[in-house]
């Protein structure tokens, strides 16, 4: 597409893709920089959606009426979709989850509670999301397990030196962020896997930021574990991945039980469905599923090649308007080859919250706060940043209002 | 959107040169305000003595409108009778999240009303008021600056 097009009309049509971005907020039209806590959506998945909803909305895998197969056949297809979207070797490693946080959830209970016993490390970051901190601690608290943390460098990337030195026969779990949500950093998730595996440890890797950022293969990465939020990617909200190797899900205890993930109930005993229906108790988010099936349909058609084109040029944009800035302090984006167009930054003498209240009177919507990474706004001694986060559906004169609206807050409280 | 009503020159003023920002050396009420969503906090010492807000003081840190007000508190507060100080944080919490427009004896206050247009931002300014409430409900206990108390 990118060959054929010129860019200002392929981000014209991206942007006609996503009906709210019509809209006006302030009287000014809307300028959503906040892709990172969740991106907006194009009108094919909100369209697939309704058609469910209207034409054969049905419980799946249990009703042999014609709406019932259509529904059943919609959600396998959306599961096998979203298996070769990440390259899994099979369809069954794919486990519909509410987000990230519950894929995390589900690893720790029904991983973590079975594997980890008194005395084992588990290695974390300081750049993780809570999410990939708190489930952790309460599996850690349960078993006598340990938490090791490897530090974030002041250019926003990991320690990878210290994370070595933390690796030992006792660690039994790395888990780690692949693309900061915060710094937009890109970590060597690859290379992290296979020094853990050196030590017989299991990965697990949060994808939450990656679905809509970069090509995903979680064979070559091989973890053990992979999750992704649906909308993060263009999905809607309520729907995520956990992908796991297939033996790993085989040998796992079900994370949560009830109809749909059984073979045979009676009141002695309970034999469990095979994977992935395992791990999907009562009735699953069918219209979720099959609204990321969707998302990543647009995606494909889209095409990396494009999307990576439009992210690096705004990110390049960005980082060079930004720091040129008097008055502001960009975190991490030293390293600007591993980097997604994500800025975290504080403006001299205002605060975070007054910052994204005077930008959003411009149209222009920002994170303010700690962005679920309480321990690396400690590092950056910071109790919160602004953030501004890019999508594909973002131009260049986007940062361009950005840069002005920052010049505003710098103006009002100087 | 006028942000002028939002962030008036007397609310930029507080926020930039908060008014009684120490910690008092003597006082028989405290606490922490927290707000864990935006991370604002504010801390409150006060020394009362016979129903008077003899001393009152903050510490904390977050946006413009939480320091402004809670700077804007201590001001009102000292000498003021504890009952007065209770009813307008009570009116002014009201003034802010229902339709009550009784704004009497606000003072500075006034300045603080735009945020009623900001719903996201109502909780920053009533931060300081919540903690006052709380405060004058912990233990009446004279601290001193004594640390070995």
Same mark, same amino acid.
């Given at each position: 597409?990118?060959k054929?097009?010129s860019?200002?009309?392929?981000?014209t049509k991206?942007?006609?893709?996503f009906?709210?971005?019509?809209?006006?907020?302030n009287?000014?039209?809307?300028?959503?920089?906040?892709?990172a806590?969740?991106?907006q959506k194009p009108?094919?998945?909100i369209?697939a959606?309704?058609?469910?909803?209207?034409?054969y909305?049905?419980?799946?895998?249990?009703?042999?009426?014609?709406?019932g197969?259509?529904?059943?056949?919609?959600?396998?297809?959306?599961?096998?979709k979203?298996?070769k979207f990440i390259?899994?070797?099979?369809?069954?490693?794919?486990i519909?989850?509410?987000?990230?946080t519950e894929?995390?959830?589900?690893?720790?209970?029904?991983?973590?509670?079975?594997?980890?016993?008194?005395g084992?490390?588990?290695?974390?970051?300081?750049?993780?999301?809570?999410?990939?901190?708190?489930?952790?601690?309460?599996?850690?608290k349960?078993t006598?397990a340990?938490?090791?943390?490897?530090?974030?460098?002041?250019?926003?990337?990991l320690?990878l030196?210290?994370y070595k030195?933390?690796?030992s026969?006792?660690t039994?779990?790395?888990?780690l962020?692949?693309?900061?949500?915060?710094?937009?950093?890109?970590?060597?998730v690859?290379?992290?896997?296979r020094?853990?595996?050196?030590?017989?440890a299991?990965?697990?890797?949060?994808g939450?930021?990656?679905g809509?950022a970069?090509?995903?293969?979680v064979?070559?990465i091989?973890a053990d574990?992979?999750?992704?939020s649906?909308?993060k990617?263009?999905?809607?909200?309520?729907?995520g991945v956990?992908?796991a190797?297939?033996?790993?899900?085989?040998?796992?205890?079900?994370?949560q039980?009830?109809g749909?993930?059984?073979?045979?109930?009676?009141?002695?005993?309970?034999?469990y469905?095979?994977i992935?229906?395992?791990f999907e108790?009562?009735?699953p988010?069918?219209?979720?599923?099959i609204?990321?099936g969707?998302?990543?349909?647009?995606?494909?058609?889209?095409?990396?090649e494009t999307i990576?084109?439009?992210?690096?040029?705004?990110?390049?944009?960005?980082?060079?308007?930004l720091k040129n800035?008097?008055?502001i302090?960009?975190?991490g984006h030293?390293?600007?080859?591993?980097?997604v167009p994500?800025f975290?930054?504080?403006?001299?003498?205002?605060?975070?919250?007054?910052v994204?209240?005077?930008?959003?009177s411009?149209?222009i919507?920002?994170?303010?706060?700690?962005?679920?990474?309480?321990?690396?706004m400690?590092?950056?001694?910071?109790?919160?940043t602004a953030?501004?986060?890019?999508s594909?559906?973002n131009?260049k004169e986007?940062?361009?209002?950005?840069?002005?609206?920052?010049?505003k807050?710098l103006?009002m409280?100087? | 959107?006028?942000l002028?009503?939002?962030?008036?020159? $007397?609310?930029?003023?507080?926020?930039?040169?908060p008014r009684?920002?120490?910690?008092l050396?003597?006082? /028989?009420?405290? +606490?922490? !305000?927290?707000?864990?969503l935006?991370?604002?906090k504010?801390?409150?010492y006060i020394?009362?003595d016979?129903?008077?807000v003899e001393? $009152?003081?903050f510490?904390?840190?977050?946006?413009?409108i939480?320091?402004?007000s809670?700077?804007?508190? /201590?001001q009102? +507060?000292s !000498?003021?009778?504890l009952e007065?100080?209770v009813?307008?944080?009570?009116?002014f919490?009201?003034?802010?999240?229902?339709n009550?427009s009784?704004?009497?004896?606000?003072?500075s206050?006034?300045?603080?009303?735009?945020?009623?247009?900001?719903?996201?931002?109502?909780?920053c300014a009533?931060?300081?008021?919540?903690?006052?409430?709380?405060?004058i409900?912990?233990?009446n206990?004279l601290?001193t600056?004594?640390k070995?108390?």
């Amino acid at each position: 597409m990118s060959k054929v097009m010129s860019s200002l009309a392929v981000n014209t049509k991206i942007q006609s893709d996503f009906p709210v971005l019509s809209r006006e907020v302030n009287g000014s039209k809307l300028v959503y920089l906040d892709s990172a806590a969740t991106t907006q959506k194009p009108q094919c998945v909100i369209d697939a959606i309704t058609h469910f909803y209207t034409n054969y909305n049905s419980n799946i895998h249990r009703s042999a009426h014609t709406l019932g197969a259509e529904a059943s056949i919609a959600y396998d297809s959306a599961r096998a979709k979203l298996a070769k979207f990440i390259n899994a070797k099979h369809t069954s490693e794919v486990i519909f989850t509410k987000g990230c946080t519950e894929a995390i959830n589900l690893v720790a209970y029904s991983w973590g509670r079975k594997h980890l016993k008194n005395g084992d490390e588990i290695i974390l970051s300081e750049m993780e999301h809570h999410a990939n901190i708190v489930p952790w601690q309460v599996v850690a608290k349960e078993t006598g397990a340990i938490i090791k943390v490897v530090p974030v460098t002041v250019d926003g990337i990991l320690d990878l030196r210290y994370y070595k030195d933390l690796l030992s026969e006792k660690t039994k779990l790395v888990s780690l962020i692949h693309v900061s949500n915060t710094l937009g950093t890109i970590n060597p998730v690859k290379e992290i896997a296979r020094l853990a595996k050196n030590y017989g440890a299991k990965v697990l890797i949060d994808g939450a930021q990656c679905g809509a950022a970069m090509p995903i293969d979680v064979q070559d990465i091989d973890a053990d574990f992979y999750t992704l939020s649906g909308h993060k990617m263009y999905g809607p909200t309520g729907i995520g991945v956990l992908h796991a190797k297939k033996n790993l899900l085989e040998e796992m205890d079900p994370y949560q039980t009830g109809g749909g993930m059984i073979k045979l109930v009676d009141f002695n005993e309970t034999s469990y469905a095979d994977i992935p229906n395992k791990f999907e108790a009562g009735t699953p988010h069918i219209s979720g599923a099959i609204g990321l099936g969707k998302a990543v349909d647009y995606i494909q058609e889209l095409g990396w090649e494009t999307i990576l084109e439009i992210k690096q040029s705004l990110y390049q944009y960005g980082v060079n308007r930004l720091k040129n800035i008097d008055g502001i302090k960009l975190f991490g984006h030293k390293d600007e080859d591993t980097s997604v167009p994500v800025f975290s930054f504080a403006v001299d003498g205002v605060h975070p919250h007054d910052v994204a209240t005077i930008l959003d009177s411009m149209g222009i919507a920002v994170r303010a706060g700690h962005h679920c990474c309480q321990p690396l706004m400690r590092n950056f001694g910071v109790p919160a940043t602004a953030r501004a986060s890019f999508s594909i559906y973002n131009t260049k004169e986007d940062v361009d209002v950005l840069v002005e609206g920052i010049k505003k807050c710098l103006e009002m409280f100087s | 959107m006028d942000l002028g009503e939002l962030y008036q020159e $007397i609310i930029i003023d507080h926020s930039k040169n908060p008014r009684n920002h120490v910690v008092l050396e003597n006082y /028989t009420h405290e +606490a922490e !305000g927290y707000n864990p969503l935006c991370g604002d906090k504010v801390h409150l010492y006060i020394n009362m003595d016979n129903g008077i807000v003899e001393k $009152i003081s903050f510490q904390g840190c977050g946006c413009a409108i939480s320091q402004a007000s809670a700077s804007i508190l /201590t001001q009102m +507060a000292s !000498g003021k009778k504890l009952e007065t100080i209770v009813d307008i944080g009570e009116r002014f919490r009201d003034v802010l999240t229902n339709n009550s427009s009784n704004t009497d004896d606000f003072e500075s206050l006034d300045a603080l009303l735009g945020v009623k247009n900001y719903p996201m931002r109502i909780k920053c300014a009533t931060l300081a008021w919540h903690t006052f409430t709380e405060a004058i409900g912990s233990c009446n206990k004279l601290h001193t600056g004594d640390k070995n108390e």
